[in-house]
Structures are given as C-alpha cells and as structure tokens.
C-alpha cells in the first residue's frame, strides 16, 4: 500500500515536494523502482522518475533539471521534489511501485501497487 | 523514438470483443503492461509481460505484442470496462484511450 502527502497548494517558482508512505513491503527490499508519475486534467500519464532500491536514480529528461527523487528507509518513505514550478506542474501526482523480471520474451517493467494520487495546484 | 502511440478513443458493443493497440520503438526493447483507469481513481495494473493477469483481474483481458505493437484484448466486454487504457513500457506512457461501451 502506497499513500501520498504534502501540500495541495504550491505557489509559482516554488518547490513542489511530495512524500510517499509505503506500507506492507520494506522499501529497501527486493529488486523495486520507487517512482512518481503525474496526471494533469483531462491528460495522459506521464513518467517523472524512479529510485532503485540500491539509490540510483532515472528522471525524465525534460524534468531532469528540476526534479530529485530521494529514499528515507528508517520511515519506509520515499519523496519528490520538484523545484520552480509553474503552472504547468499542476496535476494528480501518484507513487508507485514498479517491478522488473527477464524472461524469454525480454525485458518486463510494470507498475504493480499505486498510490490514490494527491492533486497539487501551482498558484499564487 | 520513445514515445507510444495508441487510438484516442475505441467503442465496443456489449459483450463483444475490442483490442487496444499500442505502437512504438519500446515496445520492441521491453514489454509492455496495460493500465486501467477509471474517472477518479488511480490506474490498475490489468496486464503485464507476456499475458499475465495480476490477481483479481478478470480472465477477459488478454495481452500480445509484435514487433514494435502491442495490444489489449477484452473478449466478452462488460460495462465495468468502460475506463481509460494506457500501455507502457519502462519510462514511456501511452496518450491513452477512451474505451466506450455501448
């Protein structure tokens, strides 16, 4: 079980951050990617980031400059910050987990537990 | 190219049968998963790899993928299926599509 929190308010050149409880699995455990995507209204998912459980760490190119994803496995959390944002940034912003396995068939990446998504607003 | 492109919106009639097609270059470098999504709520895993069905997921929905597209079968669509689909793969996210059932 996943659950987000943080404000639902963030004002424009500020930094957007978001904390992402995990429950019922150990965050340091297993082979996972820790991620966060967002869903502006009416719009498509789009992939901000990933963190291994070993710490490394994937974003989005066109977010790259701005966004930080970070573990604490003494609270099994994991956050986001996205810094100087603008309107643009406002949408539902979901944690989840994703799992990797190899096959005969290749590579297999999926989003197996989600959060309930917090909308975040950027306005003054 | 990274990006995966699927049909805007599909309708299907009551108890028949609707795929779901997914095109891009990913597809070939990693398999894909399907999300259902209904209005409110966040996406459910409905299938992932090489056809398989997270529990809880009803045995109507059936995945396949070839070369560079991927697709989501539902064989027997029901009401409750009316939502929002997007595959993935890896990073990339679909645009998504509208499923009606009429």
């Known amino acids: 079980h996943l659950q987000e929190s943080g404000p639902g308010l963030v004002k424009p050149s500020q930094t957007l951050s978001l904390i992402c409880t995990v429950s019922g699995a150990s965050i340091s455990g297993g082979s996972n990617y820790w991620s966060w995507i967002r869903q502006p209204a009416g719009k498509g998912l789009e992939w901000i980031g990933r963190?291994?459980?070993?710490?490394?760490?994937n974003y989005n190119p066109s977010l790259k400059s701005r966004v930080s994803i970070s573990i604490d496995t003494s609270k099994n959390q994991f956050s986001l910050q996205l810094n100087s944002v603008t309107a643009a940034d406002t949408a539902v912003y979901y944690c989840a987990r994703q799992k990797s396995y190899y096959d005969s068939s290749g590579y297999t990446y999926y989003f197996d537990s989600w959060g309930q998504g917090i909308l975040v607003t950027v306005s003054s | 190219s990274s990006e995966l492109t699927q049909d805007p919106a599909v309708s299907v009639a009551l108890g028949q049968t609707v795929r779901i097609t997914c095109q891009g270059d990913s597809v070939r470098m990693y398999y894909p998963s399907w999300y259902q999504q209904r209005p409110g709520q966040a996406p459910v895993l409905v299938i992932y790899g090489e056809n398989n069905r997270p529990s809880g997921i009803p045995d109507r929905f059936s995945g396949s993928s070839s070369g560079n597209t991927a697709s989501l079968t539902i064989t027997g669509a029901q009401a409750e299926d009316e939502a929002d689909y997007y595959c993935?793969?890896?990073?990339?996210f679909g645009g998504g599509t509208k499923l009606t059932v009429l």
């Open positions: 963190m291994y459980t070993s710490g490394s760490t």
């Open positions: 993935n793969s890896r990073e990339v």
